[in-house]
């Protein structure tokens, strides 16, 4: 009886010595991928900041109306976020990839819909980039031709123009996303059947006067002005 | 002969262009729907050249942009009989008057390139560009520009006019002060619809990479005038007479604006070699008088133009941050709140945005379209400002007014300087 326990203690540790031993070297090499992959990662944000800063990736930013985003929610510059960005996906990526290599059954399912999640990813940040630059582009034009022109409100018609574009845009973000995509197409729709429904409203009844006044002051004044000389700039 | 600006005429220009040979006179008219006016102008051009250059070799030519009332044909179908009773002269060689059609569009940049093209391949000695809208046009006009460039040997001639002390306030609120600072050369007229040119001076313009800019050549006019500057070719005067005011009545500020300023911003850029190193102005050779000034009453809606500087101040501000040092949009916030009585732009205060907006567009802080349109609020408070100054003035003090505010823009020079040196 105590020769048998001993047997079976001696062969239950003896299997996780061997268990261990086999263990080992992987944690090792997870480790050594962790590190390895903090240096690449590292070197990587290093180079990507300098190319941004190079190309004046701030300014870019500036203008499509991100750098404002981040300063009003106390973040650091665009540059230093897509640099630290990039190195917390690239060193994660190294240690999703240590992890994968320790052979525990289900991680790896999860590792591989990560490395499957980060090409849409950089699609999303692309679409909304480049949205950001679109809106504020738009805007400011719809902005210039309305004060120039002398409509009414052209703040707020800038505004609704942006919003508009950037509503459009996290549609699209979050579709690329995979995120509740029937509960963002949903949501998309309501909310900008709710928007052009607000707009009808406003402009039909509360835009009464002011639609009156706009007409009359294109018009009415028109006709009143005729008498007047027109001033040629050229 | 360069293929290139014999790639983008067509095969049948260039048979009427064969068919002529060389000339060494070459009238132009760019045209886009002119049958009303069109007639009358060959016409009277026609008599120039009989009139002025009996002797000489000398073809029109007509470069349309997509008319659809028959101008081209007007053009051809005009006989120089109809001109010589008048003149009573007759020409000693066949004047040629041929017609292309460049584009179904109007685009004035593409239009002087196939005139510049046209004239290098006849061998023209002495070119004018002639605009289709000129009511006032007269014979002489033909001389005025052709004979300085033909008989004198300079390489453009720029007119001068007869205008009201309130029309063309772009020009001498903007343009004519700008270009005499940064150029050094006093040109009243350096955006104009008529000059003359020399064959030599179209040929070496035809060259430079100014077409594939992708504004159908807006401005090209203004931009033409800057690289003969840059160029030092010998550029005069020529006073015409009055300019004919109904043909720019039609014409928006804004789109004004995008031209000339944006044309002349754009110049600055490649042209910095050139105006970084003049300092005063010099005037030109001229013949005739330099300017003369119309006093007539002329109803102005002044109001209107203090509500849009003020409305444009308040609602650009996020535009203007982006632009303007900090400085001088709050002394335009501040101005902007004064009441009619008291509103007052001074000139300093106008030289230093100008010259910020150039240094901004250099800089593209913003997309460069939208930095010139942002301009366009901020004339009119200037241009208000110019009325109330001016409004009881004389022709000697409106242009004493207009020398105070070009010797503001000289003495600022070196301010316009540290800005565009910050940026590089």
Partial sequence: MREMIISELSQALHEVARGF???LPRLIVMLILAFGGWVIA??????LRSILRLIKFDKLSENAG???????????????????FVFWVAWL?????????????????????????????????????FGLLAASFFSRAA???????????????????????????????FEELGLAEQTTLVAFGIAFGALMLGLAIAFGMGGRDLARRFLEKRFVRGKKEENEDELSPL | MKLVEESFLTDDFLRQLISVGEVDILV???????????????????????NWFPRERAVIINADGGSRDGTPELVRGVSIDDARPASNLYALRTLHSISTKYASSPASGVALRTI??????????????????????????ISKLLRPIYDDGFDLVTPTYRRHKFEGLLITNLLYPMTRALYGLRIREAYSPEFGFSGRLGSQFLGQNVWNDGTDGAGVELRFTLAAIAGRYRICQSFLGEKDRIERRAADLVPAVRQIVGTLFSALESDFPVWSTVAGSQPPPTTGADHEVLLEPLRVNRKRLREMFSTGVAELESVFQSILSPSTLTELQSIARLGEEEFHYPAELWVRTVYEFAASYRKSVISRDHIVQALAPLFRGRV????TENRNASADEVENNVEALCLEFERLKPYLLQLWKSGE
Avoid at chain 1, 66 to 84: D, I, K, V, Y
């Fill in chain 1, 21 to 23: 031993a086999h263990f």
């Fill in chain 1, 42 to 47: 590292y070197v990587v944000k290093a180079v």
């Fill in chain 1, 66 to 84: 991100a750098s404002q985003l981040l300063t009003n929610a106390a973040l650091p510059s665009a540059t230093e976020m897509l640099s630290r």
């Fill in chain 1, 93 to 129: 990526g190294f240690i999703l990839l240590g992890v994968s290599v320790l052979g525990i059954p289900g991680l790896q399912e999860q590792v591989a819909r990560f490395f499957l999640f980060l090409p849409r990813l950089f699609v999303a940040l692309l679409i909304l980039f």
């Fill in chain 1, 143 to 173: 902005l210039l031709a309305a004060v120039n022109a002398n409509v009414p409100s052209p703040r707020v018609l800038s505004l609704a123009l942006r919003t508009l574009i950037i509503v459009f845009v996290l549609s699209i973000v």
């Fill in chain 2, 28 to 50: 132009s008219l760019p045209t886009h729907n002119n049958a009303k006016t069109i007639g009358a102008i060959v016409q009277t051009i026609q008599s120039g050249i009989l």
């Fill in chain 2, 116 to 141: 510049l093209a046209a004239a290098e391949l006849l061998r023209a000695k002495a070119c004018v560009v002639m605009s289709p809208e000129s009511a006032n046009i007269e014979p002489e006009w």
């Fill in chain 2, 384 to 387: 208000f400002t110019f009325l």
